[in-house]
């Protein structure tokens, strides 16, 4: 089984740099996703990383550490817009993605 | 075409009804899902689907029935549900593991909304 753990909820400030956290137990590591979903609407994908390291993309940003059972997602110069709940998927060795229960980030002016 | 579409957006039905939510993607996924969500949870696998074939079922009720037709559409026929089936039903596609998943991951529809009375 996989259990995935993230804070509840994060607040920041217009134009910061917000890190959300997310720590995970799996039986078999295949990858882990994070994912933007806005209230009432489905999840959109950010993200993947499989190996150890920081991925980059524009203004997010996400880090896996395998042996730590560790990653990241890195939110900068942050907008109204980026208000929003943000999950942490891991995929396991048969192929299926379970989701943390999300954390529900808002951006302050 | 990147989208997947899930048909109806809304759905209100009786306990004793037989409805059907359809999906239907272009983007030559041969993976497809349904997830289950209930407010302010996050979403929860029912079914997967990879090459037409039903490949995951997470214990899933028997008044929810899958269906794939074809690589392009996905069906989640429903029958005598209970209110507390009511959630967002959310269908999502992927290229197969190998095939590009791990770069593009999931690509979701909008969702059924389904409410039963």
């Given at each position: 089984?996989?259990?995935?753990?993230q804070?509840t909820?994060?607040?920041?400030?217009?134009?910061?740099?917000v890190?959300?956290?997310?720590?995970y137990?799996t039986?078999?590591?295949?990858?882990?996703?994070?994912?933007?979903?806005?209230?009432?609407?489905?999840?959109?994908?950010l993200?993947?990383?499989?190996?150890?390291?920081?991925?980059?993309?524009?203004?997010f940003?996400?880090?896996?550490?395998?042996s730590?059972?560790?990653?990241?997602?890195?939110?900068?110069?942050?907008?109204?817009?980026?208000?929003?709940?943000?999950l942490c998927?891991v995929?396991?060795?048969a192929?299926?993605?379970?989701?943390g229960?999300g954390t529900?980030?808002?951006?302050?002016? | 075409d990147?989208?997947?579409t899930?048909?109806?957006?809304?759905l209100?039905m009786?306990?004793t009804?037989?409805?059907s939510?359809?999906?239907?993607?272009?983007?030559?996924?041969?993976?497809?899902?349904?997830?289950?969500?209930?407010?302010?949870?996050?979403?929860?696998l029912?079914?997967?689907?990879?090459?037409?074939?039903?490949s995951?079922?997470?214990?899933?009720?028997?008044?929810?029935?899958?269906?794939c037709?074809?690589?392009?559409?996905?069906?989640?026929h429903?029958?005598?549900?209970?209110?507390?089936?009511?959630?967002?039903?959310?269908?999502?596609s992927?290229?197969?593991p190998g095939?590009?998943?791990?770069?593009?991951?999931y690509?979701?529809?909008?969702g059924?909304?389904?409410t039963?009375?």
């Open positions: 089984g996989q259990n995935i753990d804070p909820e994060m607040t920041a400030t217009e134009g910061a740099i890190q959300i956290n997310c720590t137990q039986s078999g590591f295949n990858g882990l996703f994070w994912y933007q979903q806005h209230a009432g609407e489905a999840p959109t994908f993200s993947y990383n499989v190996l150890d390291g920081l991925e980059e993309k524009g203004r940003s996400s880090f896996l550490s395998r730590k059972g560790y990653s990241y997602l890195l939110l900068k110069e942050l907008q109204m817009k980026d208000s929003a709940s943000y998927a995929r396991d060795n192929g299926k993605s379970t989701f229960d529900t980030l808002t951006v302050k002016p | 990147t989208e997947v899930q048909t109806p957006k809304h209100v009786g306990m009804n037989k409805k939510l359809k999906c239907e993607q272009h983007m030559g996924h041969r993976a497809m899902y349904w997830y289950k969500q209930k407010a302010k949870k996050p979403p929860e029912m079914f997967v689907y990879s090459y037409e074939k039903l995951i079922n997470e214990s899933v009720p028997s008044r929810f029935s899958p269906e037709p074809n690589s392009s559409l996905l069906n989640l429903l029958h005598a549900l209970q209110p507390e089936d009511s959630a967002l039903y959310l269908c999502a992927s290229q197969s095939q590009g998943a791990e770069v593009y991951g690509t979701f529809g909008s059924t909304r389904l039963v009375v």
